[in-house]
Each structure stands twice: as structure tokens, then as C-alpha cells.
């Protein structure tokens, strides 16, 4: 196998540092089939990625971060018809979750592309003005929006603590925001808390917002939470965590192939930020291929 590795050292606090130092290790002894880049911005990195691909072939790209690095990523990914294997170094590491290598040992996980054929899934476009960026997980919009950016700024916490703090500091002066839908032609307008669109199950490290979703069903499912006081809110934050917020009278969900999201607020994508609304969210015509368990 010819791969390239991607490390972000700076994923997770330093984890993607020393997670990439033991890839290293593993492949010591076949250093003329992987190349690394690991390097000191975002930016260098994609470009040189970008400049790999454009002179050499490989097998698979190893992605050695968290979520925001794999989203970076896509578009190289889906350009070069690249199988993504992740090595879950970040702070969230939902898709890793997803693929089923949250938690696994690095030794199994980077023993798949020997032991079997990426899986290939669904991947979201977001049209956003004249932009069009591609996510595998959620897109988040109105509290939601409001908490990741906000658990985004925190420079001392990490992990999935980080989130349940913004949620404690954010919910008491959120009120609902009127958002106008269109889900396959279908137009709505209301107040709700938030809005999500997913390709994946979950995000802010593993809360099962939408326990039900599948990436590889040609389905993106839309969660909607109506209008609440802050306290229900917050009592309804827990179930988060074990997918049974669904049962909640205020929770309704809907599908679709191409939905259309516009209101006062924000768009999260992966974790990232994407855009102030509207924007329109549909399922790209390239699948990617990803090796799970």
C-alpha cells in the first residue's frame, strides 16, 4: 500500500502529535511507501496535499486529527477518489465514531486497508452564496450553532466537557429564531431552538443527535426542536448523550435529498463554521470511500 498520512499534531491538545509519532513507528520499515505531511498550518497542509496528489498515486490517505481535518479534507479526498482511513486523534472524533474506530487499537486500525475494501458513503453539499462546501456529519444551525462556536473559542478546555459548558453558559439567554425550511419543495416557516441536517449519528463527542441517520442511504435527516423556555431545554440536553431525545414531544424529525435552511443565525458544519444562513444542503454526486469497522 502506497498512503499518504496527514497529522495534525495539534489535534486533541497535542494527541494528533503523539498519535502521528506512532504511526511513524508502525510504518518504520516501509518508509518508501508512505509520505507524511505534518505540517505547521492548515493551509501548508491542504497544499501540500493538493501538490502530492498532483505528482504521485496513492492507496489511501490516513488522516491523523479529528473531524475539523477530515472535513478540510474532502475535497482533496473526493477530487482524487481518495479512501479515507482515520486515525481518531481530535477533540470530538465523531466520523471516527461513526466508522466505528472510536476506541480501537491503532494496530487494528491501521491493519484495514490489508484486511478489507473501503465502504463507500454519502457526502453533504452545503451551497452557501457561491460556495459550495462538502461535510460527513451534522450542519448545525440556531443554539447549536450558538454553543460550537462558542465551546470553539475555549483555549484551556478540551474535549467533550467543553461542549456541555457552552450548552450551561448559552442556554439561559437563547430564544427560539424564526427559520424557514424547504425540504424537497416542501416550505415551512417556524420558531424553533435549532436546526440540524445529518449525514452522520452524531456530534461534540458522540451526543446522538440523530441516532437514526445513515451515511450511506442517500437520506439526509433533519431534526427540529420547537420553540422551549431555557430550563426544558436544559433538562431535555442529557438525553442528547443516549439518543432518546427523540421521544420528546418539542423533537420532530423529517428526511429529504435537498433542503433549503433560512433564518437570523449561523451554520456549523463537522464543527466548523460554515456561513450565516440560508443555505442549501443536498447530497453530492461523488461518494467517499472510508475504511470502518
Known amino acids: 500500500m502506497k498512503a499518504l498520512v496527514v497529522i495534525n499534531p495539534r489535534a486533541g491538545g497535542g494527541k494528533g502529535s503523539a498519535m502521528g509519532a506512532k504511526v511513524r513507528a508502525h510504518f518504520a520499515d516501509r518508509a518508501d511507501s508512505i509520505l507524511y505531511i505534518e505540517a505547521s498550518s492548515l493551509e501548508e497542509s491542504l497544499n501540500a496535499v493538493t501538490q502530492a496528489c498532483s505528482f504521485s498515486t496513492f492507496d489511501a490517505l490516513i488522516c491523523v486529527g479529528g473531524d475539523g481535518l477530515i472535513h478540510d479534507l474532502l475535497p482533496a479526498l473526493i477530487a482524487n477518489d481518495l479512501p479515507l482511513l482515520v486515525i481518531p486523534s481530535g477533540t470530538g472524533n465523531d466520523f471516527a465514531r461513526t466508522l466505528g474506530l472510536y476506541g480501537q487499537k491503532l494496530a487494528l486500525i491501521l491493519a484495514q486497508p490489508a484486511l478489507s475494501k473501503p465502504s463507500h458513503i454519502n ?3 452545503i451551497k452557501h452564496g457561491e460556495q459550495e462546501t462538502p461535510f460527513v456529519q451534522i450542519l448545525s444551525t440556531g443554539f447549536d450553532s450558538v454553543v460550537n462556536e462558542h465551546a470553539n473559542n475555549f483555549k484551556v478546555i478540551r474535549g467533550k466537557i467543553k461542549y456541555i459548558i457552552a450548552v450551561l453558559q448559552k442556554v439561559w439567554g ?3 429564531l424564526k427559520f424557514t425550511l424547504e425540504i424537497d419543495g416542501e416550505v415551512r416557516q417556524q420558531k424553533a431552538m435549532l436546526v440540524c441536517v445529518a449525514n452522520g449519528q452524531s456530534y461534540g463527542g458522540g451526543m446522538k443527535i440523530v441516532p437514526h441517520a445513515k451515511n450511506d442511504d442517500g437520506i439526509l435527516d433533519v431534526m427540529i426542536v420547537d420553540r422551549v423556555n431555557p430550563f426544558r431545554l ?20 423529517s428526511s429529504g435529498t435537498k433542503i433549503k435552511i433560512s433564518g437570523d443565525t449561523q451554520a456549523f458544519a463537522d464543527g466548523e463554521n460554515i456561513s450565516d444562513l440560508p443555505v442549501e444542503i443536498r447530497i453530492s454526486g461523488h461518494s467517499l470511500a472510508v475504511y470502518r469497522l
Open 174 to 176: 437563547f430564544r427560539a
Open 123 to 125: 457526502v453533504g453539499i
Open 234 to 253: 436544559l433538562m431535555v440536553f442529557p438525553r442528547v448523550f443516549f439518543g432518546t431525545h427523540v421521544t420528546h414531544p418539542k423533537v420532530h424529525f
